[in-house]
């Protein structure tokens, strides 16, 4: 078979040309530090890497927002707990109203010592988040959350009932925040009875609750929210000088019967009531409709009450007893809002945790697809130098042959 010198230098050229392409793969593949130079070298494994990286970007993701979930949670803890301490100190001092060897003046320093801390609380209500939104606004962020109603001298709520959320992991989103609306708002007040209406013989009544727990399971279980008549309670005396407590004009089950003595008390489910006159008499009551505030109103109560009121005796003692009943039913709302941040706190770290070990697996496997191993890409360089080093001879002594070169 002939062959041309055209057709010996192609060929040979080709060879040479193959075997650089291939060095220049390999040489590629070691810089850009890759096994896959385009999706045709390896179709499956490139596709599956493009999966991998939206997937370890959307990891990235997840746990940025992990770190800003985890502030934020931080910041709201910190500010509860910081109102929650406020709170038990204006606690001790509203207690210490109640003693008797205090003179007005006494009372009024109190009285500016709470002043200090509701300040001090509402800069607390007011907190702002990394971001400079308002962190107990809800949705409202933009919003401060509480502010001072000059008309009426009360605490207003602006923001709204919304929670922020962040999603952490494919199926798990957890609220950033906690709008005040929830924490510090729709605290019930002090469970209480109407003043007593006399008729007939009746010639006072002087009520008190002695017992607040026994009357509030009481009123729990006995306030109509739907029929207000079923509220209406009385106490009748008749002309025997024996009496009867009824509710809505009916007896009760059981009765609720003994002899009156004029100012002698009357025990009924925690409430004392002090009745003076004689029958037939009759003393209506009714259980008072639930009142809701927020902890700033409640310290305002209670100072305008020494401040303004100056009362003292019976009135400084119901006024002590609405406010501490008010403080206890806003710790109980901080304490669930805390340990559901608690809560909150704990399953993100749990998330992080596993987030952290699908990311290595995805890199990792990424890297078994993709990135190159250096000791097989740099032996595969070699290779390839040495092939084309051999092609080149090879082309050098068969474009050098000659006819002439077998004369003698």
């Not at 009867?244 to 009916?250: K, P, V």
């Not at 119901?318 to 399953?347: C, F, H, P, T, Y």
Request: no cysteine; charged share 20%.
């Amino acid at each position: 078979m002939r062959i041309s010198f055209n057709q010996k230098y192609q060929v040979n050229l080709n060879s040479i040309l193959t075997a650089q392409e291939r060095l220049q793969n390999a040489s590629a593949k070691l810089d850009k530090q890759t096994k896959i130079l385009t999706p045709s070298d390896d179709p499956s494994a490139s596709a599956r890497v493009v999966a991998l990286d939206q997937q370890i970007s959307q990891m990235d993701q997840y746990q940025s927002n992990s770190v800003i979930l985890r502030n934020s949670l931080d910041l709201e803890e910190a500010a509860l707990s910081n109102i929650r301490g406020t709170m038990d100190q204006a606690r001790v001092l509203t207690l210490q109203l109640g003693n008797g060897a205090y003179s007005q003046l006494d009372r009024s320093a109190i009285s500016t010592q709470l002043k200090n801390m509701r300040s001090q609380i509402f800069d607390l209500m007011n907190q702002k988040d990394a971001d400079g939104g308002y962190l107990f606004s809800g949705f409202q962020d933009e919003t401060q959350a509480y502010d001072l109603d000059p008309a009426t001298g009360k605490y207003t709520y602006r923001g709204d009932e919304g929670q922020k959320k962040l999603q952490v992991s494919p199926s798990v989103t957890l609220a950033s925040n906690d709008s005040g609306k929830f924490v510090f708002e729709d605290v019930d007040g002090r469970r209480k009875t109407t003043t007593p209406v006399l008729a007939g013989g009746a010639t006072s009544a002087v009520f008190n609750i002695t017992n607040q727990s026994q009357f509030d399971d009481f009123y729990r279980q006995n306030y109509d929210g739907l029929i207000p008549a079923n509220n209406n309670y009385s106490v009748v005396i008749d002309a025997a000088n024996n009496y009867e407590i009824q509710r809505n004009g009916a007896s009760l089950s059981p009765a609720v019967t003994g002899a009156f003595i004029s100012g002698s008390e009357i025990s009924f489910n925690g409430l004392k009531m002090a009745v003076s006159g004689s029958g037939p008499a009759q003393v209506d009551f009714s259980l008072k409709t639930p009142e809701k505030s927020n902890i700033l109103n409640t310290l305002t109560d209670i100072i305008n009450a020494v401040e303004v009121g100056q009362v003292s005796g019976n009135a400084l003692k119901e006024a002590m007893s609405d406010a501490l009943a008010q403080i206890d039913g806003a710790a109980v709302k901080i304490d669930a809002a805390v340990s559901g941040i608690g809560g909150r706190q704990n399953l993100v770290d749990n998330i992080e945790g596993g987030n952290d070990d699908l990311q290595i697996s995805n890199k990792a496997f990424r890297a078994d697809l993709y990135e190159v191993d250096y000791a097989e890409a740099i032996t595969e360089l070699t290779k390839q130098e040495t092939a084309l080093s051999a092609v080149q001879q090879t082309f050098n002594r068969v474009t050098s042959t000659s006819l002439f070169d077998y004369l003698s």
